[in-house]
């Protein structure tokens, strides 16, 4: 079983192949992810006894049932909500059903390190493999559309085996971040550490050529965060700058930095704020309900900006219980600093940071890694 979960988190890109199923439409995560499902309580079924082995280590979960109970029902009272039920009902099977019951599947069939190590193992190779793509991409130019590197793009950004640059940052940036500590900490993800620096190289590399200043920022400032923590400010300071000085001597870096707030992309963002500002102030129980944004017809599904995307999308019981979820992984990390945990909170601090400008929840494949982040904390 743990093999049918590590090459589900190898696969994440594949909610981008979508077909129907009888008229339903789906993806090829999805199924992975319901096949998994599937073959998981048949497994129970079959063998009672461990099925109340594992009830008693869901009840072991506390406070966190109650937060994603609340979660899960901040999606039911949006789906009632919102304009196009169909729609709504399609998000909430994608962005909270299936992501929270891929959380539990995780909880139930990890029981051991070594099983952990192993869904680390999987996902990290995906990373490196997407990675390494979007690098040869740079240079070949295979599936990377037109409006990412020609006449009219400012820089030649890769997007790998996504759709836009963006959707690859908000994959790799926390990644990253991530495996780093794992690094830092000499977590045994493999015997040789090298592996796992050349790895982290690559997908380096990768999220620079996004160019996506959101996601850079969120990083570094997710990486410094770390470094403070183990190294003490003034250890780190002199090389933090070095390494800012240097990539603002590489020219397509310096001008993507240089845009500042005055870009096309910006001045969207600023305004996509007012808008989602004003529609909550509308309707601040509610919001608009799951899709509500995308029916403004704006060009975007999201405000880009993980607490306006949660509060319109979920309401304010939605913004809450994800608040309370995060509140009590970082709980349980002040208890107990143990590597993995610093690197599961690493991993959130760049998403929450990178939120703050785009959308690192309402993908398939990112909501997919948050509860498998969130996981981490109770193996």
Not at 203 to 217: H, N, Q
Not at 273 to 293: A, C, Q, S, T
């Amino acid at each position: 079983m743990i093999w049918f979960l590590g090459v589900i988190l190898a696969l994440l890109p594949t909610y981008q192949i979508r077909f129907q199923i009888a008229g339903f439409p789906t993806t090829l995560l999805e199924i992975l992810v319901v096949g998994f499902l599937f073959a998981l309580v048949c497994r129970f079924i079959g063998n009672p006894k461990l099925m109340n082995q594992q009830t008693t280590k869901l009840r072991q979960l506390g406070n966190l049932n109650y937060a994603i109970g609340l979660f899960v029902l901040a999606g039911i009272i949006s789906i009632l909500v919102a304009t196009n039920k169909i729609v709504a009902l399609g998000q909430f099977k994608a962005f909270i059903l299936e992501p929270v019951l891929f959380f539990y599947a995780v909880i139930l069939t990890a029981t051991f390190k070594l099983q952990t190590t192993r869904l680390l193992q999987f996902l990290f190779w995906s990373a490196v493999i997407i990675s390494a793509f979007g690098l040869f991409q740079s240079v070949s130019f295979i599936h990377l559309p037109l409006r990412f590197w020609g006449n009219g793009a400012e820089v030649k950004r890769i997007v790998s085996f996504f759709e836009y640059p963006n959707a690859l940052a908000l994959y790799l940036a926390p990644l990253i971040g991530l495996f780093s500590t794992l690094w830092l900490k000499q977590y045994p993800i493999f015997k040789n550490r090298l592996v796992l620096g050349l790895g982290i190289l690559v997908m380096t590399w990768a999220l620079i050529l996004t160019y996506s200043r959101g996601a850079w920022i969120a990083l570094a400032t997710g990486l410094f965060v770390l470094s403070v923590r183990q190294f003490g400010l003034k250890k780190i300071v002199y090389a933090a700058l070095l390494i800012v000085l240097f990539l603002f001597f590489v020219p397509s870096v310096q001008q993507r930095l240089g845009l500042g707030l005055s870009d096309t992309s910006s001045l969207a963002h600023i305004e996509l704020w007012n808008i989602g500002l004003d529609k909550i102030l509308i309707n601040p129980i509610f919001g608009m309900g799951l899709g509500g944004f995308a029916t403004l017809n704006l060009g975007v599904n999201y405000p880009h900006n993980i607490f306006l995307n949660f509060w319109l999308e979920l309401g304010l019981l939605g913004a809450l219980s994800f608040a309370w979820i995060i509140n009590l992984v970082l709980e349980k990390l002040q208890k107990n600093r143990q590597p993995l945990w610093v690197a599961a909170a690493i991993y959130l601090l760049i998403l929450i940071i990178h939120g703050l400008v785009d959308v690192p929840y309402f993908k398939n494949d990112l909501a997919i890694l948050f509860w498998f982040v969130i996981a981490l904390f109770y193996l």
